[in-house]
């Protein structure tokens, strides 16, 4: 964006100086002609970069927004680090964060599942967004939350389960978070669990 603005600015001046210094002959029209269709074309390219950002931030916005309704949830809500728990087997795994909700919603709980901006090029090498991502696991779209770009989903689902006073699935210890979120080291916050020899282990207060 940055070179563009240079670029166009750039263009103007060499406009302007062709216009003031060069003889008034076909080759200074030729010149100028060249000059200005070269700014058409750098000021399409700028406005194209501004809407493709407009674009971004607003899908940005409405992700951001778009938080589950916890009264609509089937159980006791609780909410997953998806992000993390696709990775308890090690490599990310579909399957595995599957088995884990499941053994959650065997367990009377209902999963608000919460995904970083790029766990679809984690599980299949492309975007997904949160429709995506709930038809993936069989959830209601309104259950999975798709953080947007550049903003960590470590935070949104923090906010949520301290603001509703919910638990999180999760085997990370959020000890970059617990200054601002303090009930991280609340004993029963947090649900650990692991994935062994094709079998879910919940640990803590995610006990039938």
Avoid at 16 to 38: F, N, T, Y
Avoid at 110 to 130: E, R
Avoid at 133 to 143: E, F, N, T, V
Avoid at 155 to 169: G, H, P, Q, T
Wanted: glycine content about 10%; aromatic content about 10%.
């Amino acid at each position: 964006m940055r070179f563009l603005k240079f670029l166009i600015f750039g263009l103007f001046v060499g406009m302007i100086a062709c216009a003031i210094l060069l003889p008034e002959d076909a080759q200074k029209s030729r010149v100028i002609d060249a000059l200005g269709k070269g700014v058409f074309i750098t000021f399409g390219l700028l406005s194209l970069g501004y809407l493709l950002r407009l674009r971004q931030w607003l899908r940005r916005s409405d992700t951001a927004a778009k938080q589950p309704d916890t009264a609509r949830i089937v159980g006791r809500p609780i909410v997953v680090d998806g992000s993390n728990v696709m990775h308890w087997g090690g490599e990310p795994s579909l399957k595995i964060l599957q088995r884990v909700l499941t053994e959650l919603q065997a367990r009377g709980y209902g999963p608000l599942v919460y995904f970083d901006a790029n766990v679809g090029y984690k599980l299949f090498d492309q975007h997904m967004d949160s429709t995506d991502m709930a038809r993936k696991l069989g959830l209601p779209p309104s259950q999975v939350v798709h953080a947007p770009s550049r903003t960590p989903a470590d935070e949104i689902l923090l906010e949520r389960a301290i603001k509703d006073n919910l638990r999180v699935v999760t085997n990370d210890r959020f000890l970059d978070w617990k200054t601002k979120f303090p009930r991280v080291g609340d004993k029963g916050f947090l649900i650990k669990g692991m994935w062994k020899q094709g079998s879910v282990m919940l640990f803590g207060r995610g006990r039938r």
